[in-house]
Nanobody
Framework: QVQLVESGGGLVQAGESLRLSCAASGSIISINTMHWYHQTSGKQRELVATVTSGSRTNYADSVKGRFTISRDNAKNTVFLQMNSLKPEDTGVYYC?????????????????WGQGTQVTVSS
């Protein structure tokens, strides 16, 4: 079993910064692509940022230049540095990862979600 646990959310004022972390644990062989998603009340989760196993990154237009995604492969952890936060960045941020596990000599690639961490940006 694999678990993703986010941390680092909180309440900040507009213009301030937060750094989110997501640590993966369990019977992990390796982790492929990792993502951060953003969800506000009543809306679908939206992809914010992606980092590949080779550390290539991609961002939603709304966060380009303000957010930076990175990963520490040795610690199975992905980060989201959020600068110049805006009230519209408020919501729950979820970590998502494609993880390779193994069972009886067979490898599996499965997608996992964390439980989410709340970010609130006041104006």
């Amino acid at each position: 079993q694999v678990q993703l646990v986010e941390s680092g959310g909180g309440l900040v004022q507009a213009g301030e910064s937060l750094r989110l972390s997501c640590a993966a644990s369990g019977s992990i062989i390796s982790i492929n692509t990792m993502h951060w998603y953003h969800q506000t009340s009543g809306k679908q989760r939206e992809l914010v940022a992606t980092v590949t196993s080779g550390s290539r990154t991609n961002y939603a237009d709304s966060v380009k230049g303000r957010f930076t995604i990175s990963r520490d492969n040795a610690k199975n952890t992905v980060f989201l540095q959020m600068n110049s936060l805006k009230p519209e960045d408020t919501g729950v941020y979820y970590c998502n990862a494609d993880v390779y596990t193994a069972n009886s000599g067979t490898y599996y690639l499965r997608n996992y979600w964390g439980q989410g961490t709340q970010v609130t940006v006041s104006s």
